[in-house]
């Protein structure tokens, strides 16, 4: 008889191992139904695409964002999300945010682009706090809730950048391997209590942050905007294409999904070939 663990439709396999059953799933009930997940940056690019995503697979979503605009845009298109206005950049609204969360999706991030020596200390700072100190705090008050219930998956959204450095990026590099790091941490002490935690490690997704990075490279280089994806954003993959917003959302997917329960402290490439090299 298949039952219910960790979340997952399962039945028993003939050595006695327990096993997702997917099938079994797959027509009763989508995989994250009762299930309430938390989405920063959810207001554009692949954070809403992985709110539409979670909403379709079942789970209440709650949409962090700064840009009310955008979440209410998203509200109006996309049921079961609902926006929660917030400035991550603000520990203390970070705090106040929801801690009944059953998948966590740290995903806001913001890009500054400028040599070290020129590097705004302040910008610097703003950076960590986002894309690091908020994930961490967000984590810190979600795990007790998803060890209670034996299960929670810790889901970032780190970048190419997580792994390998690029000039001029220093803040945004710094915070992408920090989180790698914390998202490690969080594999092994959740591993005892259902909890997962993995990265998912795109290369040049087609969102408006890229797009903004485009238009500027454009400007800089004195080239058209193709040529800019071309000569510079794809020159170190192997893949000659932009990534879709609903491709990382897919991948995001098998994180949550009935095969998750193993997959946990890992960094999931979706660059092109970039790490290959
Ligand atoms: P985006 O600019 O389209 O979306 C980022 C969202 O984060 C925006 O809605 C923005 O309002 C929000 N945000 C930024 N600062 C915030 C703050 N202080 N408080 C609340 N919300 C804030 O960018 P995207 O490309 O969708 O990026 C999403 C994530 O994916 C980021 O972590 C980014 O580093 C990562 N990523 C992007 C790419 C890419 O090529 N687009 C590649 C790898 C990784």
Known sequence: MPSRINGACTRVGSAGWVVPSCTMTAASAPPLAGRRALVTGAASGIGAALARRLAADGAAV????????????????????????????????????????????????????????????????????????????????ALPHMYAQGWGR????????????????????????????????????????????????????????????????????GIDADAVVEQVMLAPAAVKRLVEPEEVAELAAVLYGPASASITGASLSMDGGWTAH
Do not use: W
């Open 62 to 141: 709650l949409a962090v964002d700064r840009d009310e605009a955008g979440l209410a845009e998203l509200t109006r298109a996309t049921t079961g999300v609902e926006a929660v206005p917030c400035d991550l950049s603000d520990l203390a609204a970070v705090d106040a945010l929801p801690a009944e969360v059953d998948v966590l999706v740290n995903n806001a991030g913001l890009q500054h682009v400028a040599p070290i020596p020129e590097f705004d200390p302040d910008r610097f700072s703003l950076i960590l706090r986002v894309m690091l100190e908020a994930p961490f705090r967000l984590a810190r008050r």
């Open 154 to 221: 810790v889901v970032n959204v780190s970048s190419v950048h997580g792994l390998r450095a690029s000039p001029f990026k220093a803040a945004y590099v710094a915070a992408k391997h920090g989180l790698e790091g914390l998202s490690k941490v969080i594999a092994l002490e959740g591993a005892a209590h259902g909890v997962t935690s993995n990265c998912l490690d795109p290369a040049y997704v087609r969102t408006p942050l890229v797009e903004r990075q485009i238009a500027d490279q454009a400007r800089s280089h």
